[in-house]
């Protein structure tokens, strides 16, 4: 929305941005409607109770239960419903669809990295196909960004040592801001970029293109042999580490009594730090890699992980123990994806 | 009769006119006015960042100062408004000043602990001023790990300290003002015939007392994570850098309850004594401002709605953050509530009670937007955020402060200053913050994200409204300096009362006298008791 020609109002290019723009106009509303009444009140009350001699003083009115009650029950009842809107809102805007597209985000200082399971990379630009749920699993390679993307009008913070995830549908093609919404160092302004929606068959051209170095499974499955991964983790299960097939959403037991979902989190600790949590039966013999491995490798790295375990969901980065759903796709065929 | 006013022989600014005098002094008072010339000289400095940023984002290119120096101009102005100014603004130069007269005491409880905390806030001031020469801070006011424990290059640690030390200052003064409400009431001064500015004053003392130590341990976390490397926000090793966010904001949201509760306690005696009627609802104005205290504690996850909460979590934060909504609303309707049949003048402390009403319902209502969870998912961080922040912090608390000065500056100084141009002020001062602050709703819900030092291209129209404003607004805000400080040696003998008002430090000598009254006052009527009984005699028997 414009006017003369300055927008004043963002882009609503994602199916949420309607949900959260009917919000907006209900709060904005209420809140004009409140806003306005008090200030005609003070206004009136002001001019129509002038003080017109030196020493008149005002009534003598101490106040009025009744009228407290009003005007403490009424608001209470509207911020309720205020409350409930927003929470149902947000709590949809929180669950991406088992069957979204998968798409992973790395905040770095001052740049956005995207990776798409078929192989392509972007920095600071992201190509995205509307009309299909999109799910961004977002991580940071050294301090708190925040993936922010205003014509969806949705954002998450990256934070480093953790995966965060937003999802969203895109509605309408263009071209959208990209923004980092948390306050990152120098070039905090610089790490902006812009997501281009295209239709799903101009997505697959696009998909077309670049991809060199193969899928990001097959990328991490390179990796598993550059770290010699593989002289440990057999899938025999006779390795010096446990096999890693078919592990993703089991539930190990561990040597100290405890047992743990492997789950995005699980597998990126016991990457990194090793010794976290070892799994029953097996020696802490596993060097830890932290800081010997990019975020971005790491991601790739449990991609090809994931793809062990093809009963699993594929849709990742939420807790694998409540994804499993007899509907989801089966690596390796994504969904509309490798069949070009 | 107004030429038959003199300034009395004796009053606590005649008590000696050596530095020592005024360094080594133990009247509130003294104390009180030496808070005043500190904190007014960090606003300055506060806005000259202000300028800066202003002037920076008048252009949508970083072509001002370089990213680095932007980032510095926006952390310093934080961090001096928020620490140096805002949260002693009110309590230590108004509440200072006034409780103990109020109340009808001599002194507060702890007259000596009361210099220290001047002393303290001192100190603390020069470590951040010598950060600030030195080079400055980059991390914003908000201090968020690990930017600023391992990735920023500037002086964190002096300014961290300087924030440490200060909060005590604050804690010294909020337990001060605690014990001094509790034991030092004249006789017949009950609990509910305290004036409101007192219950504000204990509300927020009790926050200062209790929240304070709590940043000032995140701030000695923070300190031995930068300087000996302990881990505890770093995830390689173990740590967690959200858990920062929930130990600042368990501090840094209470203490937005500090920054407006006595701006709050003040409109409510403006509304109060420029209506010549008695505030309506008395005890729930007065209780709203211990229940803004007690939810305040129970909010701060608010800011962390897109930080990696749970959503549950994230919906019982939403929740409570609602319920501060409500004592805020009373208040606003119990002002309104007074003004009906009231006798109402527009002096100029009336009129900044007016605009600190306009302003404090914006900013409050533009808080219900960030409480809604589906919502602020979309404006958290923007500039939607940093317009409601500053309707609450600049236009509610500076609002109210401003108000009370010009309310109680015949009390301070015994004199008045120019009228038409202290009115001309308070209105310079609400149109210019509409200008300013209000385009920033709009680029916020369009996605301008704060702490930019550049922006597209499109934002450009409203951030150039956004800096005209800001020039109306510091011109609204230099004007009452260059009155105020005319009005010390030509402004007109005030005389006691000059407003008529009822409260118990409008009954003695304007300026007092170090000792305050004479005589303890004994305290036989209501609080605001304008109709029955002469202003001048109500309370004294």
Redesign the interface.
């Known amino acids: 929305m414009t006017i003369f020609g300055i927008p004043i109002f963002p882009d609503q290019a994602s199916t949420f941005a309607k949900d959260v723009d009917t919000l907006y106009f209900f709060i904005l509303t209420v809140c004009s409607f409140f806003a306005l009444t008090v200030a005609i009140l003070v206004v009136y009350f002001g001019l129509r109770y002038r003080r017109k001699r030196e020493g008149q003083t005002g009534a003598r009115i101490e106040g009025s239960l009744p009228l407290e009650l009003m005007w403490s029950v009424i608001p209470t009842v509207i911020a309720m419903v205020m409350f409930g809107w927003g929470a149902s809102v947000f709590y949809h805007l929180r669950r991406p669809p088992d069957d979204a597209m998968h798409i992973y985000a790395v905040g770095k200082q001052w740049m956005w990295k995207f990776q798409h399971l078929e192989g392509q990379r972007e920095i600071n630009e992201l190509h995205i196909p509307a009309g299909r749920p999109i799910k961004v699993t977002v991580s940071s390679e050294d301090v708190l960004h925040s993936l922010y993307f205003p014509s969806f009008r949705t954002k998450i913070d990256a934070i480093p040592g953790r995966y965060t995830e937003l999802w969203f549908e895109a509605s309408k093609p263009g071209t959208y801001h990209i923004f980092c919404a948390e306050y990152c160092g120098t070039n905090h302004a610089g790490m902006i970029g812009s997501v281009t929606v295209l239709e799903p068959q101009a997505y697959q051209a696009w998909l077309q293109g670049g991809g060199e170095g193969g899928t990001m499974a097959e990328r991490g499955a390179r990796l598993f042999e550059q770290h010699a991964c593989n002289s440990c983790h057999l899938d025999s299960g006779q390795g010096r580490g446990p096999s890693l097939k078919n592990i993703v959403g089991t539930t190990v037991e561990l040597t100290d009594g405890n047992t743990a979902v492997v789950d995005d989190a699980y597998l990126r600790e016991s990457i990194l730090t090793s010794q976290a949590k070892i799994v029953k039966g097996f020696q802490p013999l596993m060097p830890t890699f932290q800081g010997l491995i990019s975020e971005e490798n790491l991601l790739a790295l449990i991609e090809h992980v994931k793809l062990m375990s093809p009963q699993a969901s594929t849709a990742s980065g939420q807790p694998a123990g409540a994804t499993p759903s007899p509907n989801a796709p089966k690596p390796p065929a994504r969904p509309g994806e490798k069949k070009q | 009769m107004l030429d038959k006013l003199r300034i009395p022989e004796r009053h606590y600014l005649h008590e000696g006119h050596s530095l020592r005098s005024w360094l080594l002094t133990k009247d509130h008072k003294r104390i009180a006015i030496m808070y005043l010339m500190s904190i007014s000289v960090m606003f300055f400095i506060g806005g000259l960042f202000a300028v800066g940023i202003r002037f920076e984002l008048a252009t949508p290119q ?1 072509d001002f100062v370089t ?2 120096t932007y ?1 510095k101009f926006f952390t310093m102005h934080g961090i001096i408004m928020v620490f140096f100014f805002l949260i002693p603004s009110i309590p230590a130069v108004l509440g200072n000043f006034l409780i103990p007269p109020m109340i009808g005491a001599r002194d507060l409880a702890f007259p000596r602990i009361n210099l220290l905390s001047l002393y303290i806030y001192w100190i603390g001031g020069i470590f951040t001023i010598y950060a600030m020469i030195t080079g400055g801070v ?3 006011w ?1 201090f ?1 790990t ?2 600023s424990a ?3 290059n500037s002086h964190v640690i002096p300014v961290a300290l300087g924030i440490f030390i200060a909060g005590f200052s604050s804690i010294l003064t909020g337990l001060n003002f605690i014990v001094t409400i509790h034991r030092m009431r004249a006789p017949g001064m009950t609990w509910f015939r305290l004036p409101l500015f007192v219950w504000a004053h204990y509300a927020t003392s009790l926050v200062q007392v209790l929240g304070t130590p709590v940043i000032a341990i995140t701030i000695v976390m923070l300190f031995v994570e930068r300087a000996f490397g302990f881990g505890i926000f770093d ?2 090793r ?1 740590g ?3 858990l920062f966010q929930h130990l600042f904001w368990f501090y840094s949201h209470p203490a937005v309850y500090i920054m407006i509760l006595p701006a709050l306690g003040v409109t409510s005696e403006l509304v109060s004594t420029f ?4 505030i ?5 104005v007065a209780f709203s401002s211990l229940a803004i205290a007690i939810f305040g504690f129970i909010v701060w996850a608010h800011h962390m ?4 909460i749970s ?1 549950y979590s ?2 019982v934060f ?2 409570l953050s ?1 319920s501060v ?2 004592p805020s ?2 208040k ?6 007074t ?8 002096e100029t402390p009336m009129l900044y009670a ?1 605009g600190f ?2 302003l404090f ?2 900013g409050g ?2 808080g ?2 960030l ?8 404006v ?3 500039y939607f955020v940093v317009a409601h922040f500053h309707y609450i912090m600049v236009g509610g608390a500076i609002m109210g402060y401003l108000g009370g000065l010009h309310f109680w500056w015949p009390k301070i100084t015994g004199r008045m200053y120019n009228n038409f141009f202290s009115k001309v002020s308070a209105i310079m001062v609400f149109v210019g913050f509409n200008i300013t602050f209000f385009p920033q709703f ?1 680029v916020g ?3 301008m ?8 291209d ?2 450009q ?2 951030n150039v409204m956004s800096s005209a404003g800001a020039t109306v607004l510091g011109l609204g805000y230099v004007l009452p300096v260059i009155y105020f400080l005319l009005s010390l040696r030509r402004g007109r003998v005030a005389g006691p009362n000059p407003w ?1 008002a009822s409260g118990l430090e409008w009954q003695t000598q304007s300026p007092p006298l170090t000792e305050n009254f004479v005589e303890i006052p004994i305290v036989t009527g209501e609080p605001y008791e ?3 009984v002469p202003a001048k005699e109500s309370h004294l028997v």
């Open positions: 970083g990213a680095d980032n980059d991390t914003g908000t968020y690990p930017y391992a990735g920023s995830p390689a173990g967690d850098p959200v209506s010549k009627k008695t309506f609802g008395y005890s729930f709605f897109v930080a990696g959503t994230a919906m939403s929740f609602f909504a409500i609303a009373v606003v309707f119990n002002w309104t509530a003004l009906y049949k009231g006798a109402v003048s527009f007016y009403i306009g319902a914006i209502l533009t219900l937007f409480a809604t969870l589906g919502l602020d998912i979309h958290h961080d923007t709009v819900y369009l996605g994200p704060r702490r930019y030092h550049s922006y597209p499109e934002m129209v409203l008529g304008y109709d029955h």
